[in-house]
């Protein structure tokens, strides 16, 4: 663990340029909401992104690692490694920035803009990455197989949320789908001609509850049927169902995606129903939340007027943030912007991002990662106990409990 103290003369350089930052950053949040696009559909918003950026020094790579809205924008000279910051742009379907990403890419570029004036170019490296679909492709894992993350020794992404806290967690996840094949026939003349394909689809269900119970702690198995055959007086021939499983670390998850095969397989020969299970996307390793990254975060948020509600870690699901975290050091911080009522993909938490104490709250947060980044920076070897801190990290992170 380390003792943030930043430079008095870097604080005040930060704090002299942050006001032109904020209204870029609040300016961009806006636009944002008010033009919401959904996953690898994000043109308008990586292209102002790109603008801002560009205006402000940052050499802008557009459509890298083969995402078109993708971006990496890069200050300085420094042979260093980069401090980046991660920006999230794209909006849900109907429902538009329900999980706050407008404001994720407001605090990411504010943070970069106030950092880069503050620091002349050959001690500054600093990158903004743009990293589009992150509630259906999963955006940043491509982006690491392509290296687009390649020189960066420190990343932040904070998340707008019911809550603010320093560390967050989320689970490893593989999303599959699963069809059966089985023979129609009429379903009251002759049943015992046709092969249900239905109910292998719900024996597999069924055997959700025994499989949870001895699923490994923190392990998650759910499901939905998307397709349960045409009409009632037909034996269904086919039907569809998509399941997310989920676990503490990626062993386990493949554990629990074996024993999910089982359950397939046993469907399969007590109703003689053929199974064919597909991953769908990619698998999200689970979120390494960095503690020393987190302290000096908490202490730059303290800075800023944040008020962190616990040190306790956060539930968020999955998320491909949590491969990031598993590549270099990384912290995932939230910040409320609504009461704790609110939850993220509803459309009151959609308004929520859009309205006055949500940009309060964004800007705080977009000068504690300003100062954040600039101590990294400034502190000579911090690099190095920062990548060793890693590696420990994810030796714990495969221990049992």
Not at 185 to 211: C, M, R, T, W, Y
Not at 324 to 335: G, I, K, M, R
Request: proline letters at 6%.
């Amino acid at each position: 663990m380390i003792s943030p103290s930043l430079p008095a003369g870097l604080i005040a350089k930060i704090d002299s340029a942050f006001p032109a930052a904020a209204r870029e950053a609040r300016e961009l949040a806006l636009f944002l909401h008010r033009n919401p696009e959904i996953s690898l559909q994000e043109f308008k918003s990586a292209e102002r992104i790109g603008q801002i950026l560009s205006a402000a020094g940052f050499r802008v790579r557009p459509g890298i690692g083969g995402l078109k809205t993708a971006f990496r924008a890069e200050y300085g000279r420094s042979k260093k490694p980069a401090v980046a910051f991660l920006a999230e742009y794209d909006a849900l379907p109907g429902l538009g920035h329900a999980c706050g990403h407008n404001l994720i890419a407001g605090a990411s570029v504010g943070a970069a803009l106030a950092l880069a004036a503050a620091l002349p170019p050959e001690n500054a490296n600093i990158v903004v990455l743009g990293t589009p679909a992150e509630e259906t492709l999963g955006g940043k894992i491509p982006l690491l197989a392509a290296r687009a993350f390649a020189g960066v020794g420190a990343a932040f992404l904070a998340h707008p949320s019911n809550q603010t806290r320093v560390h967050s967690r989320s689970l490893a996840l593989v999303s599959l789908e699963i069809t059966f094949l089985g023979k129609s026939s009429h379903a009251a003349a002759a049943p015992e001609k046709g092969i249900n394909a239905l109910d292998a689809l719900i024996q597999v269900f069924n055997s959700l509850g025994p499989l949870r119970a001895k699923l490994p702690f923190g392990s998650r198995a759910d499901g939905i049927i998307r397709e349960g055959g045409r009409a009632p007086n037909i034996i269904p021939d086919r039907t569809v169902g998509a399941f997310f499983l989920r676990a503490r670390n990626l062993p386990l998850l493949e554990a629990v995606r074996r024993d999910f095969g089982r359950c397939v397989r046993a469907a399969e020969i007590s109703t003689g129903a053929r199974g064919r299970i597909l991953q769908q996307g990619f698998v999200y390793a689970p979120f390494l939340s960095h503690p020393s990254l987190g302290e000096i975060f908490e202490k730059t948020g303290t800075m800023t007027g944040l008020k962190f509600t616990s040190a306790e870690t956060q539930g968020l699901g999955s998320s491909d943030i949590g491969n990031v975290s598993q590549a270099l050091p990384c912290l995932h911080p939230t910040y409320a912007i609504a009461s704790p009522e609110t939850v993220e993909h509803s459309r009151e938490f959609a308004r929520a991002a859009g309205e006055e104490k949500a940009l309060r709250e964004m800007l705080k947060v977009a000068r504690a990662m300003a100062y954040s980044g600039g101590f990294i920076l400034s502190r000579p070897g911090l690099f190095q106990l920062l990548q060793k801190e890693q590696k420990l990290l994810i030796k714990k992170s495969l221990l049992p409990l």
